[in-house]
């Protein structure tokens, strides 16, 4: 039997929680019965072969893998896996013909993220055999396929929390929790959450966030005494997620420049002190960071090597790149496929970056920067900048973290003026806008090619009418039968 003295433990343990993780907590499991754990993408078959092949082939030929996939396409009259990785292209074959193996441009950071939750499930798989189961050890069983999935919706989730309290060092709970859920919910990081789980976003945003929270422990003093001070240890992780954040999703590696700028700033102020000593003390914190950086990055460059005969990227990704990024601004603002008609809850997150600048001008102006390296680089792509096909502007699920913490000041500074009950409507708007896509990406205007870019004529009547409709009709299926509205499930 409990006791009064327990409970009454229990409920100032419950006080003393920060409300706003309870809101993501709760948030995040209301939700998750809406997952669709499942495999089926190209890209996601490629993310998933390293972990399944190295696993229990202990090699990186893709053959059996593919064809796994594949198959399971063609019988669903979706040959995608089969065409983009196993059909036989003359002026782009899929086996390299230097080593023979076949292609992969999917980098391996998520199969080892995966990998703890891919190993718990074969151990299950195993003891369950033991008592007459019967489950395919295989790796491709359904035990193996949530086990990715839900790994990655739990690095959302993790993602999330890390984001949460670095927005906390800025502004109130209410502020925080507020903008973090918003963005969340506001953009394509929930549908890679939930629905297009085993994608490398939802992981590669727990990385970044991970390495923003790293680098900002003791911001709070001067630069050039948290350079001085910043220790070993600090530099030494900062290196290996940083390097395990590019092997994940490789345009990360520009959120490198964050820390970079930092250093320039620093070396120059100190320059200015006069300050010799500490410039001798930083090339050896560097050099650490730069170290753990390589060591971090190793992984990638080994499987290049099987794969490509040399430590670098299949030509079929460096061909795709025009440095000069001539879709830099349709990236933001292409009617279509621009991210910030997708998702106008980040045009909000980077306009609240020049509040955070009030607070804090480097930081903000860092931030900015990072956001500018990650658009950049999507610009970039001369054939796929636009992401046809996929729901929203993936390629910024990153940034997350960057939207949050402008968003998370600006809110606290218009609670001050306009109170609590319009923020709350605005985010709910944006948080519709974003549910109301969804929607009309998986089952209200598939067949009038909403899945290829936003259709401008009828949006409003569509987001506003036919939306909540067709969702009330089909809500028994929308919670316990979601395969009617995605492919291969």
């Known amino acids: 039997m409990t006791t009064v003295p327990a409970v009454a433990q229990r409920v100032l343990l419950l006080r003393r929680s920060d ?10 499991l209301i939700l998750l019965p809406l997952s669709t754990p499942r495999i089926y993408a190209t890209d996601e078959v490629q993310y998933y072969a390293y972990l399944r092949s190295f696993y229990f082939d202990r090699d990186l030929d893709f053959q059996n893998e593919y064809r796994h996939f594949a198959e399971i396409g063609q019988r669903n009259n979706d040959p995608a896996v089969f065409n983009a990785l196993l059909r036989d292209n ?8 230097e080593t023979g193996k076949f292609r992969n441009v999917a980098p391996v950071g998520s199969a080892l993220m995966w990998s703890p939750g891919f190993i718990l499930a074969d151990l299950g798989v195993r003891t369950a055999n033991l ?16 086990a990715v999935c839900f790994m990655s919706a739990l690095y959302a989730l993790l993602g999330l929390i890390l984001t949460y309290r670095l927005a906390r060092r800025f502004a109130s709970v209410f502020a925080a929790a507020l903008a973090t859920v918003t963005v969340w919910l506001a ?44 220790p070993l240890w ?13 092997i994940t999703r490789e345009q990360l590696g520009l959120l490198l420049i964050i820390p970079a700028v930092e250093g320039v700033v620093a070396y120059v102020r100190l320059a200015g002190r006069r300050h010799w000593g500490a410039i001798r003390q930083l090339p050896a914190h560097h050099g650490a960071f730069l170290v753990a950086l390589l060591i971090g990055l190793l992984p990638q460059f080994a499987a290049y090597q ?24 349709n990236t933001l603002l292409d009617p279509a496929h621009g991210a910030f008609l997708w998702s106008p809850v980040l045009v909000i997150g980077l306009v609240g970056l020049f509040w955070l600048a009030r607070r804090d001008r480097l930081l903000a102006a860092l931030l900015g920067l990072g956001f500018f390296a990650q658009t950049y680089i999507n610009g970039s792509f001369g054939t796929t900048w636009h992401l046809s096909g996929a729901f929203g502007f993936r390629r910024l699920i990153e940034c997350t973290p960057i939207f949050v913490l402008g968003l998370a000041v600006l809110l606290d500074w218009l609670r001050l003026r306009v109170g609590y009950g319009p923020l709350v409507a605005l985010a709910l708007l944006l948080v519709y806008w974003n549910v109301g896509l969804i929607a009309q990406w998986a089952f209200v205007r598939v067949d009038a090619g909403f899945r290829k870019g936003l259709i401008w004529e009828d949006m409003f009547y569509y987001q506003f009418v036919e939306v909540p409709r067709q969702m009330l009709a089909k809500a028994y299926y929308l919670f316990a039968d979601r395969c009617r509205f995605v492919q291969n499930c």
Request: charged share 10%; aromatic share 16%.
């Open 234 to 246: 600090q530099w030494l992780l900062l290196g290996l997620v940083g390097g395990l954040m590019t």
């Open 131 to 146: 008592f007459g189961a019967n489950i395919p050890a295989d790796g491709y069983s359904a035990p193996y396929i949530w």
């Open 19 to 28: 409300p706003g993780l309870l809101v993501l907590l709760l948030v995040f």
């Open 306 to 329: 099987v794969l490509n005969g040399r430590p670098g990227p299949s030509s079929t990704v460096g061909n795709k790149l025009d440095f000069t990024s001539p879709n830099f601004f």
């Open 187 to 230: 953009s394509p990081l929930l549908f890679y959450t939930y629905i297009a789980m085993p994608w490398s976003h939802a992981t590669a945003f727990f990385l970044f966030a991970l390495f923003l929270t790293l680098w900002l422990h003791g911001w709070e003093r001067p630069l050039v005494e948290r350079m001085a001070r910043r």
């Open 90 to 97: 003359p002026a782009d074959p899929p086996r390299n013909l």
